[in-house]
């Protein structure tokens, strides 16, 4: 799916899809607002990335014909420069878990703003040996005691690609976290779990999901999403922003679409929301979204040519 690298702010994402006729259809989600999010109160972040041996690769360390690209430290400064938009402190942590030979330890990656996170250098774990285990335990309890320590409202994304062998231990903890909040004793909490590759069980991230769905206990605490690869960078955010933002998100109070010649593609009377799609005319290669007196120029040429993949009606 062609998307623009660098969108205009406050755009967070845009994705061009050339349907058959020759238009586009544009996908486009605005940066997550903190007040939106978390209101006034004080909001943290957490980046725990999956460094057990079978990812190895993917960080890029090849075999005897030389190293792969490094697709983890890719999809990883993306998002944690997206998780800088929503802490209060312009900062956000980054983990590696299921270090160590039975995949249980955690090694610190450490705490970035924007700039930073878009630097940072990810290449596995430098004091711990990759994990041969997958243990997600003691990234919950690090994300849970020390992250949201202090805070009003946590996010913690995870990100695997392996079955998680502590499943049980994991839920257990998660329905005495979920009683704690939904009595007051404890601040919100939001846990995203993506699972990357073809080894991921897709019913047990579907219980992580809906661990509350039967119980008295109402609050979503996990979301959880799939991409097929570490590759799938675009897959890998959209998780991230349809948990961030999506179209029940009002943005504005009210906003509108035009192509470069003044023709309204869309508009919304009664509020904006924060991800949103419509098309553009062939032959377009921007589109200008105005709120109020307002004004967001998206140029789309660097995605035009690379639109080979159509949008199958």
């Known amino acids: ?7 205009t702010h406050p755009l967070a994402d845009v994705n061009v899809l050339l ?6 259809e544009i996908v486009v989600c605005f940066m997550p607002d903190p007040v939106l999010i978390v209101g006034e109160g004080n909001s943290n972040a957490l980046l725990a990335l999956d460094a057990s041996a079978s990812l190895r690769s993917e960080y890029g360390y090849g ?4 190293g792969t690209p490094n697709f983890v430290e890719m999809v990883a400064r993306k998002m944690g420069a997206l998780l800088t938009e929503i802490t209060k402190s312009g900062k956000a942590r980054g983990i590696y878990w299921a270090v160590s030979h039975d ?3 955690l090694e610190n990656i450490g705490e970035f703003d924007q700039a930073g996170w878009e630097q940072v250098t990810i290449s596995g774990p430098r004091k711990q040996v990759w994990g041969k285990g997958t243990k997600l335990l003691p990234a919950l309890r690090y994300c849970v005691e020390k992250v949201a320590h202090h805070s009003d409202w946590t996010i913690g994304v995870f990100i695997t690609d392996g079955i998680i062998e502590d499943e049980v231990a994991c839920l257990d903890y998660c329905m005495k976290i979920g009683q704690e ?3 007051g004793k404890r601040t919100t909490l939001k846990l995203v779990l993506i699972g990357v590759g073809k080894q991921i069980d897709q019913g047990q991230l579907e219980r992580f999901d809906n661990m509350f769905e039967n119980s008295p206990i109402h609050i979503d605490l996990w979301s959880t999403g799939i991409a097929h690869s570490m590759r799938d960078e675009v897959d890998i955010l959209n998780v991230l922003y349809g948990e961030l933002m999506d179209a029940e998100t009002i943005v504005a109070p009210s906003g509108e679409v035009r192509d470069s010649s003044g023709n309204i593609l869309k508009s919304w009377a009664d509020g904006l929301p924060g991800k949103f799609r419509f098309q553009l005319p062939p032959g377009a290669t921007q589109f200008i979204i105005t709120v109020g007196e307002h004004q967001i120029i998206q140029d789309i040429t660097e995605a035009v ?5 159509t949008l199958k009606l």
């Open 181 to 183: 909040i939904g009595a």
């Open 305 to 309: 040519g690379n639109t080979s993949n």
């Open 103 to 105: 995949g249980s330890q």
């Open 63 to 66: 075999g005897a014909f030389g």
């Open 19 to 24: 349907k058959p006729d020759g238009a586009y």
């Open 1 to 7: 799916m062609p998307k623009i690298a660098h969108p």
